[in-house]
T-cell receptor, first 113, second 113 residues
Framework: GENVEQHPSTLSVQEGDSAVIKCTYS??????FPWYKQELGKRPQLIID?????GEKKDQRIAVTLNKTAKHFSLHITETQPEDSAVYFC????????????FGTGTRLKVLA | DVKVTQSSRYLVKRTGEKVFLECVQD?????MFWYRQDPGLGLRLIYF???????EKGDIPEGYSVSREKKERFSLILESASTNQTSMYLC????????????FGSGTRLTVV
């Protein structure tokens, strides 16, 4: 069935360093890939997304890259700050026409001051 | 700002009880979703609805049902609560998931004793 694998499950970085989270999806027909950030005790919030006709998208310190051939997409956070500490979820849309997502299992990012 | 409101933040119920989790959104979205969130398993789709009175099973519908009588309200029903349904339940809505992404509610942490 459809599946999204996400790695690593936990990631610790020093403040100011970069963080990279990687996801792999199984359905080659998936065409939309959002990333959500969930701070402790709060709701997941959309931070960036990418569509299958684009290879890279940036928004200030965050960027997402997509390799359709390999069915990989990655979240890159540069110059990390303590407020980046959160759980990050990747997702892939299912092309069934009903717009549901399959989520990865999440990455807990800790930015050490 | 789109608001997705879940009626209860914390809920404790007894095994065998019928449990209703309510979700209301205020932006006329067609699409609404119920996910459960468990450590290490990410977000798993229980049911979704793309129109009033329409519903589709997600990946883990067993033990659950849903109701969508009005566009703004999507209810998740645990017919006979069991301890393995102890979890965080997240509702989400979207006008167009591959354009705008999801907006999540704050979640209901359900404990079944």
């Amino acid at each position: 069935g459809e599946n999204v694998e996400q790695h690593p499950s936990t990631l610790s970085v020093q403040e100011g360093d970069s963080a990279v989270i990687k996801c792999t999806y199984s359905d080659s027909a998936s065409n939309y890939f959002p990333w959500y950030k969930q701070e402790l005790g709060k709701r997941p919030q959309l931070i960036i997304d990418i569509r299958s006709n684009v290879g890279e998208k940036k928004d200030q310190r965050i960027a997402v890259t997509l390799n359709k051939t390999a069915k990989h997409f990655s979240l890159h956070i540069t110059e990390t700050q303590p407020e980046d500490s959160a759980v990050y979820f990747c997702a892939a849309s299912t092309p069934s026409g009903t717009y549901k997502y399959i989520f990865g299992t999440g990455t807990r990012l800790k930015v050490l001051a | 700002d789109v608001k997705v409101t879940q009626s209860s933040r914390y809920l404790v119920k007894r095994t065998g009880e019928k449990v209703f989790l309510e979700c209301v959104q205020d932006m006329d979205h067609e699409n609404m979703f119920w996910y459960r969130q468990d450590p290490g398993l990410g977000l798993r789709l229980i049911y979704f609805s793309y129109d009033v009175k329409m519903k589709e099973k997600g990946d883990i519908p067993e033990g659950y049902s849903v109701s969508r009588e009005k566009k703004e309200r999507f209810s998740l029903i645990l017919e006979s609560a069991s301890t393995n349904q102890t979890s965080m339940y997240l509702c989400a809505s979207s006008l167009s998931p591959t354009v705008y992404g999801y907006t999540f509610g704050s979640g209901t942490r359900l404990t079944v004793v």
